[in-house]
């Protein structure tokens, strides 16, 4: 019979799929047992399927004979989310939101947005910017529309199409350098 020890040395020639490392120098043998079967768990990092299957077959072919249990232990994958609060989606004709923001001013947040929305329309996708930034909404001068006014289609504004994307932006609604008084909440 064989000693957890002869047991740990056999798995030092179970290498690590993609690495050169086998799987007892990475830690990732947790426990071996002795008994009638011999008990082995192996927590891994991987939650790859293939990369479990692949370690459970060279585990089996370095203990030959023995009869083993292996017990591979991976990380869940987290179940995936609504990206809305409250489980209803209030536009489910949008199918993905990438929102730009930070606590800062001046650091860039509307480059990096027309940079991406520009680029992603470059790419043959239907983009669209809403600029709500309410102190000092840049959009429309970056794309030269200052002074562009949206279209009203029956009650509700449309946005201005320009370089392959559409944008709503405060800048368009108001005059350049007037004050605005939000009434209401926001």
Not at 70 to 82: L, Y
Request: glycine share 10%; with cysteine; charged share 25%.
């Amino acid at each position: 019979m064989l000693s957890k020890e002869d047991v740990l040395n056999r798995l030092k020639g179970v290498i690590y799929p993609g690495f050169e490392k086998d799987i007892v120098s990475f830690g990732f043998v947790k426990n071996v047992e002795i008994g009638e079967k011999i008990l082995i768990e192996v927590e891994i990092v991987s939650s790859n399927p293939d990369v479990a299957n692949e370690l459970r077959t060279d585990i089996k072919r370095v203990m030959g004979s023995n009869e083993c249990v292996i017990n591979i232990i991976q990380p869940k994958i987290p179940e995936e989310k609504s990206n809305t609060q409250s489980g209803k989606n209030i536009a489910p004709q949008i199918k993905n939101f990438v929102m730009v923001s930070s606590g800062k001013g001046g650091v860039g947040k509307s480059t990096t947005t027309l940079n991406l929305a520009i680029s992603m329309a470059k790419l043959g996708k239907k983009v669209g910017i809403l600029d709500a930034d309410i102190y000092g909404p840049n959009i429309p001068r970056m794309l030269g529309e200052v002074g562009t006014q949206p279209q009203v289609v029956g009650n509700k504004l449309k946005p201005i199409l320009t370089h392959g994307v559409e944008m709503m932006s405060m800048g368009v609604l108001m005059e350049e350098g007037m004050s605005l008084i939000w009434r209401g909440s926001m």
